[in-house]
């Protein structure tokens, strides 16, 4: 499979383009192109924090220890907390994610299972899209999409690094078919991914209902 490099390398070149992509010919702001360009590069990432590898675990949780709140920053104040209701819950949201996460995430969960998968990466999108506020829904579609993009791309890399293309024969190795998957040999596993998923997309309808402008009466 793909190392830690070639996944940052790939994924940052990816949100440049999407970066790119959301300014011209989609009209974003620079400053909110360059978020997404971010997001894209963390998403492809996102799938080796179910690894075994100490190294690459203990620097995405850091980073997603201060993305997470970042990200959360205009939710929280969106929810009416004060600037220093905005800075405590920042704090207590790193050493939420950066410890207690970590933990959880280390117990429950094993390489290449279910977070190495489509599922996973709908959940990636769908976290960003309802963490993020803002009264313009293409902006936190467009963060949640670079998400997606970025560990969609993780998933494929992984996939491609899987085939041995050595010699006349094309030949598998043992962790083909185990990344852009839909279920795993974990029932428990498997079912509590769609069990996330389902409910993330339930809450991003009635999110999408709510920003919905009211029919005029009688229609």
């Not at 999409?145 to 494929?156: D, Q, R, T």
Request: glycine share 10%.
């Amino acid at each position: 499979m793909a190392d830690f490099r070639t996944h940052i390398t790939v994924s940052g070149v990816l949100g440049i383009g999407v970066g790119a992509a959301a300014i011209q010919p989609f009209g974003f702001p620079p400053e909110t192109a360059v978020l997404a360009a971010a997001l894209t590069t963390v998403g492809g990432m996102l799938p080796d924090l179910d690894s075994d590898s100490g190294v690459p675990v203990r620097e995405l949780f850091s980073l997603a220890a201060v993305m997470v709140p970042l990200v959360m920053i205009p939710r929280l104040i969106q929810m009416g907390l004060t600037r220093e209701g905005v800075l405590a819950s920042m704090l207590f949201g790193y050493v939420l994610i950066r410890y207690w996460l970590r933990a959880v995430f280390k117990r429950l969960t094993v390489h290449r299972g279910m977070f190495h998968s489509v599922p996973a990466m709908l959940i990636s999108g769908l976290i960003v899209y309802l963490g993020y506020h803002s009264d313009h829904l293409p902006t936190r579609v467009l963060l949640g999409v670079g998400v997606m993009a970025g560990f969609l791309s993780h998933l494929v890399l992984d996939e491609i690094y899987s085939v041995d293309l050595r010699g006349l024969r094309v030949r598998l190795n043992k962790f083909a078919g185990s990344a852009v998957k839909l279920f795993s040999p974990s029932l428990p596993g498997t079912a509590a991914c769609y069990a996330v998923l389902g409910a993330l997309l339930y809450l991003a309808y009635l999110d999408y209902t709510r920003a919905q402008p009211a029919a005029p009466h009688g229609w």
